[in-house]
């Protein structure tokens, strides 16, 4: 395992302190980053909601998320960090005046300000910032996807945040962007020559990204009905990885060259609109179906009512530009599906002229397969002679790299890297305005088609890979899709 580097001593006010995200994520990231000592002595943890009650009080039910006595007793001197102050939403209540007080015993320290709360009050919740004057040149803001729910939105938003904080303050968090994974995949890419001199549409026939989920919407029913899976994956998850599969070698991996180079890659996004919309996009909806041989409901019956609400969502993509020009690249998600997996296939062109014997075996291209979750790795496809004396016959093979075997530690789950790295101000894993701007331009046009009726809902039966349709999406150009079993 790679070293933990200690970063400097920080002071962060976790805004929406009671939610699920603060108590099951940020919470539980800064409590592990301490325990493994990266997280110095003299920084301050201010946990902030609307909720009336001590410190203690909030202590108490988040620490219901650590198990174990030994966890328990460094939890015990961890929340000494941590104290709790109430907060109205509109700036105005004594909360706000002692979370100034506090800050203001070390100005100097860097600061953080994560919102843990719904994108339409990051607005208001900055303004209060500036109004009690808690920004500071060392200060930075992190905020949650999605930002808004179509491009105006996010403008406003963005507008909203970036009165009060300069953009290289801005920390637009994606946690798939902390999945170590993903971070390997630039230097899969740029670091091994092997890859990328065919890393394009010489080499490659198409890509294909799939971030499946068993679990239903479930509790997040009614933030889902106003999201769907469009917007609630597609636009944010699915694009970023898009982005760093098909991106430009940027000139370094810190800073703003990365997100440049994704930013070229969003504006060469083919706009799916018109004809093209009833070939390129599928949407469905989880029906009931069963779920690891238990009875599952439809997302109707969750949501409590009809709804023409997306569940699942196969795009086939186009990306404009010389190093992509013909390759497809097919987004899928949804929940409800067979089985949870987040992954990118790299599906190689066949090479040219096949030597064997056809009674030898079927040659089958290079594939490359990155795994995001459940097990982290990566995989290669690759022909090989099956060994014996038996003559030439051939055995489609992975050269396997799992992390879990590779590398015996437990890593920093994607919100501990990812809070660790706004502390330092690394902005290379997080994203920039434009780029926000941009994704929400094309899934605008895709909501729009489907708005003029390019794609009708489909039901799908829950536990299954959604509906035909999706498959279909593939098979009428030869393809097919790759799952978790014989990826």
């Not at 409590?31 to 202590?59: K, N, T, V």
């Not at 026939?205 to 971030?211: A, E, G, K, L, N």
């Not at 982005?243 to 810190?254: H, N, Q, T, Y």
């Not at 060259?257 to 706009?271: N, Q």
């Amino acid at each position: 395992m790679a070293e933990l580097v200690p970063v400097d001593a920080f002071d962060i006010v976790i805004f929406g302190a009671t939610g699920d995200l603060a108590r099951r994520k940020i919470l539980p990231a800064l409590f592990h980053r301490w325990c493994d000592g990266q997280i110095p002595d003299g920084c301050r943890i201010i946990a902030a909601a609307r909720e009336d009650m001590s410190s203690q009080q909030y202590l108490t039910r988040a620490g219901e998320f650590v198990n174990g006595a030994k966890k328990q007793s460094a939890w015990e001197a961890f929340a000494k960090l941590v104290t709790y102050t109430p907060i109205d939403a509109q700036g105005d209540g004594p909360g706000w005046q002692v979370i100034a007080d506090t800050l203001d015993t070390d100005p100097g320290k860097i600061r953080l300000f994560y919102l843990a709360l719904p994108p339409s009050v990051y607005g208001a919740f900055c303004a209060a910032i500036g109004k009690h004057r808690l920004n500071t040149k060392s200060s930075r803001i992190v905020l949650e996807k999605p930002i808004g729910h179509d491009f105006h939105s996010a403008r406003r938003i963005n507008e909203a945040v970036g009165a009060v904080f300069d953009e290289t303050s801005i920390f637009r968090i994606d946690h798939y962007l902390g999945k170590e994974t993903v971070q390997n995949l630039l230097v899969l890419r740029f670091a091994n020559m092997l890859l990328e001199p065919v890393w394009n549409a010489n080499g490659i026939d198409h890509v294909q990204i799939t971030v499946a989920e068993t679990l239903g919407a479930g509790e997040r029913a009614a933030y889902y009905d106003r999201a769907g899976a469009l917007r609630d994956m597609v636009q944010n998850h699915l694009l970023q990885l898009l982005c760093l599969v098909a991106i430009e070698p940027p000139f370094s991996l810190d800073g703003d060259a990365v997100r440049t180079e994704k930013l070229k890659v969003l504006r060469a996004l083919r706009l799916i609109r018109g004809e093209d919309a009833a070939r390129s996009l599928v949407r469905g909806q989880y029906a009931p179906g069963m779920i690891d041989g238990a009875p599952a409901p439809g997302y109707a019956a969750e949501a409590g009512h009809a709804t023409q609400t997306e569940t699942f969502v196969a795009i086939r993509a186009s990306i404009d530009n010389w190093r992509w020009a013909g390759v497809p690249f097919y987004l899928r998600t949804g929940k409800r599906m067979a089985h949870r997996r987040s992954e990118i296939i790299i599906q190689f062109k066949p090479v040219p002229h096949d030597l064997i014997q056809a009674d030898a075996g079927v040659m089958q291209p290079n594939r490359l397969v990155i795994r995001l979750q459940p097990d982290e790795g990566v995989k290669l496809m690759m022909m090989t002679k099956d060994p014996g004396p038996g003559g030439m016959r051939l055995r489609y093979v992975p050269l396997n790299l799992s992390f879990a075997e590779a590398f015996e530690a437990d890593y920093p789950d994607a919100y501990e890297r990812l809070l660790m790295a706004v502390v330092r101000g690394n902005l290379a894993l997080f994203m920039r305005r434009d780029e926000v701007e941009a994704a929400w331009r094309w899934t605008d046009a895709i909501v729009q088609a489907w708005r003029d009726g390019a794609s009708p809902l489909h039901l799908y039966p829950a536990g299954t890979d959604g509906p035909s349709q999706g498959a279909l999406l593939l098979n009428r150009e030869g393809r097919e899709w790759f799952d978790g079993q014989h990826a």
